[in-house]
């Protein structure tokens, strides 16, 4: 199976202030990553596919990047509302899914 | 708009089974690809198993942990998928949710039903 690993597993931060999480794939999976977020209580919700194309109604200061192995989910400018736990997940291996581990957007 | 209402969680014995459902609205199953993934509480998402639409041959795959325990099937009549879940262990505990599968992502979720296995 392919493995995903994220970083940092959580973070501190304050509104305003720009965030990376990083993905990354234990082989090449092109551009088949996708990203999502998941508010406590709450089923995860999809951000970004296809590692940079950005859902529908999602606002724009998400964005991702990255092809290969290694990814990229940047938030220009975090939010009230973004505070969050956010997966990615490869969708290259046409048998099975794998996610990464997540990580927690927390208030600093 | 589409919808996805999972149900028939609730607490089994470990060695029992379980058969959850996924009622659509908003779309036709039989040519969906869905899938099933799980969440134990205060962990991460792991991907269970999907059912490819009735077009692509309605094939399934299961992820390792699940593979011989699990069964995913439709009933395009009733718009509903299902995951059957027989052998159950304690670590098959937690929320599991429905999801449609489009441009391979997970576009669409259910809001999830909770399955505890414990004696």
């Known amino acids: 199976d392919i493995q995903m690993t994220q970083s940092p597993s959580s973070l501190s931060a304050s509104v305003g202030d720009r965030v990376t999480i990083t993905c990354r794939a234990s082989q090449s999976i092109s551009s088949s990553l996708n990203w999502y977020q998941q508010k406590p209580g709450k089923a995860p919700k999809l951000l970004i596919y296809?590692?940079?194309t950005l859902q529908s109604g999602v606002p724009s200061r998400f964005s991702g990047s990255g092809s290969g192995t290694d990814f990229t989910l940047t938030i220009s400018s975090l939010q009230p509302e973004d505070f969050a736990t956010y997966y990615c997940q490869q969708s290259y291996s046409t048998l099975t899914w794998t996610f990464g581990q997540g990580t927690k957007v927390e208030i600093k | 708009e589409v919808q996805l209402v999972e149900s028939g969680g609730g607490l089994v014995k470990p060695g029992g089974s379980l058969r959850l459902s996924c009622a659509a609205s908003?779309?036709?199953?039989?040519?969906?690809?869905m899938s099933w993934v799980r969440q134990a509480q205060g962990r991460g998402l792991e991907w269970v198993g999907r059912i490819r639409g009735k077009t692509d041959g309605g094939t399934t795959d299961y992820a390792a942990p699940v593979n011989g325990r699990f069964t995913i099937s439709r009933d395009d009549s009733k718009d509903t998928v299902y995951l059957q879940m027989n052998s159950l262990k304690t670590e098959d505990t937690g929320v599991y949710y429905c999801?449609?599968?489009?441009?391979?992502?997970?576009?669409?979720w259910g809001q999830g039903t909770m399955v505890t296995v414990s004696s």
């Open positions: 999801s449609w599968e489009l441009r391979s992502a997970l576009d669409v």
């Open positions: 908003g779309i036709s199953l039989s040519d969906a690809w």
């Open positions: 296809a590692a940079s």
